[in-house]
């Protein structure tokens, strides 16, 4: 199932932030622990990590990104074998 990555919080108080540099492209397989994103903040860079493991199907949010809420979608992480589908990734939940 495909899993969203988000814009993480590298502060209690951090609202929003810059995504400065992707350190992966879409089709890299990553592992927990390996190093996404660059991210800057208000007070400084920071290098963001995989929690998961997968294929990065889509890259959601351009290098340069300014004012980029925390929780937003950035990636799509997927398992191996599955494809990126953008109109069932953006799809509300039925219910």
């Not at 903040?41 to 290098?63: N, Q, R, S, W």
């Amino acid at each position: 199932m495909a899993t969203e990555i988000l814009m993480p919080a590298l502060s209690p108080t951090m609202e929003e932030g810059t995504l400065a540099k992707w350190l992966v492209k879409e089709g890299d397989t990553v592992s927990s622990g390996d190093i996404l994103a660059e991210i800057e903040t208000d007070k400084a860079t920071m290098e963001f990590e995989a929690v998961d493991e997968g294929i990065v199907g889509k890259i959601l949010i351009g290098e340069g990104s300014e004012g980029v809420k925390v929780n937003t979608a950035i990636a799509v992480l997927l398992e191996d074998g599955e494809t990126y589908d953008a109109s069932a990734a953006s799809a509300p939940a039925a219910g």
